[in-house]
């Protein structure tokens, strides 16, 4: 699927349900790492023309469109149904809103999959080899079919179960990677997930995206280089200058505007540049001292003042 292909995506994010297990808990709404769920999916999908969340309305960090299934509580088809109706893509990624650990590079994965075959809908497969339809890309036009017909069969869809929809189309499937497809039911799984982001390999990135968001900032941060700055300004400069530095640099960025990411790694580049000068400076500053308290006898003379007063021979023994 090509990158103009992938922009006319939509995306569906079912936000209702009860959460019985979470005792009525608006699930969505549970922070993870600081983000509301529902956030934290909508990241995830950030690619999309259009974001419609079915489901109450609550804050979030990016602007979307909000629908309700009919009647509210109506389930996974109702709510499917809903969201379709303001949805004029081709194509549909279909998300719950409690996949803490979704993100781009998975949904990216089910668009190009669903565009290099003739399938009807890519599905995420969970590590157990469950297919999550609710991690899944599909033709719109398909599901719009098929549910015209279970609801003509039926007499609605309130209240029936997505398999009815999933066994009538033709489908294909991807491995998810590691936590992709998980999903938090239970306050359990809520306090799991907590814990994960805060490991020592997930917490920087973990925190960098949330501050994103907050910020409304979508940019692609090389944080390895933002680090290195930090600790370069630290070293050659003094350790104040490390969020200093890299605060003016972001300031230097978005002045530039153009390719966000390209400002950010110029002004890094010509910061790094400038505090290895000053560093440079500081060694050669450093080095004339040490010469200076060496004096002109060089280490003769430092020897000697650690071992005392030289003796003379005019003062022999008398």
Same mark, same amino acid.
């Given at each position: ?59 979030? *960090? ?17 709510? @499917?149904?809903?969201? $379709? ?71 609605? @869809? ?22 992709? =497809? ?36 979508? @940019? ?8 290195? $700055?930090?600790?370069? =300004?630290?070293?050659?400069? +003094?350790?104040?200058?490390?969020? $200093? ?22 002004? *890094? ?12 400076? *500081?060694?050669?500053?450093?080095? +004339?001292?040490?010469?200076?308290? *060496? ?24």
């Amino acid at each position: 699927m090509t990158a103009d292909a992938e922009a006319e995506y939509d995306v569906i994010v079912l936000a209702g349900g009860g959460a019985r297990r979470l005792g009525g808990a608006d699930k969505p709404g549970v922070t993870v790492g600081g983000r509301t769920l529902l956030d934290r999916v909508l990241t995830a999908s950030r690619g999309a023309r259009r974001q419609i969340v079915v489901g109450g309305r609550r804050p979030t *960090a990016r602007p979307v469109i909000w629908t309700l299934e009919i009647p509210p509580g109506g389930g996974p088809l109702a709510a @499917l149904h809903a969201g $379709l109706r303001h949805s004029r893509a081709s194509t549909v990624v279909v998300l719950s809103a409690d996949l803490p650990f979704l993100d781009g590079t998975a949904v990216r994965r089910l668009l190009a999959a669903l565009g290099s075959g003739g399938r009807e809908g890519v599905l995420l497969v969970d590590a157990d080899g469950r297919d999550q339809p609710l991690v899944a890309a599909y033709r719109a036009e398909p599901i719009r079919r098929e549910l015209a017909l279970i609801a003509a069969e039926h007499g609605g @869809l309130s209240g029936l179960p997505l398999r009815l929809l999933t066994g009538q189309l033709d489908l294909d499937r991807v491995a998810a990677e590691p936590l992709a =497809a998980y999903d938090c039911d239970t306050w359990e799984d809520i306090v799991t997930a907590r814990a994960r982001i805060r490991e020592h390999g997930n917490v920087l990135d973990e925190w960098i995206t949330s501050v994103k968001d907050e910020l409304g900032i979508d @940019l692609e941060v090389d944080t390895g280089l933002l680090l290195d $700055l930090a600790r370069d =300004a630290a070293h050659g400069v +003094a350790r104040p200058a490390a969020p $200093l530095t890299t605060f003016l640099v972001g300031y230097a960025a978005a002045r530039a505007g153009g390719d966000g990411a390209q400002a950010v790694a110029e002004a *890094a580049r010509r910061a790094a540049a400038l505090a290895e000068r000053w560093a440079a400076e *500081a060694a050669e500053a450093e080095a +004339a001292d040490d010469e200076a308290a *060496a004096g002109p006898g060089g280490s003769d003379d430092r020897e000697a003042g650690r071992n005392g007063p030289a003796r003379s021979d005019e003062g022999g023994s008398r």
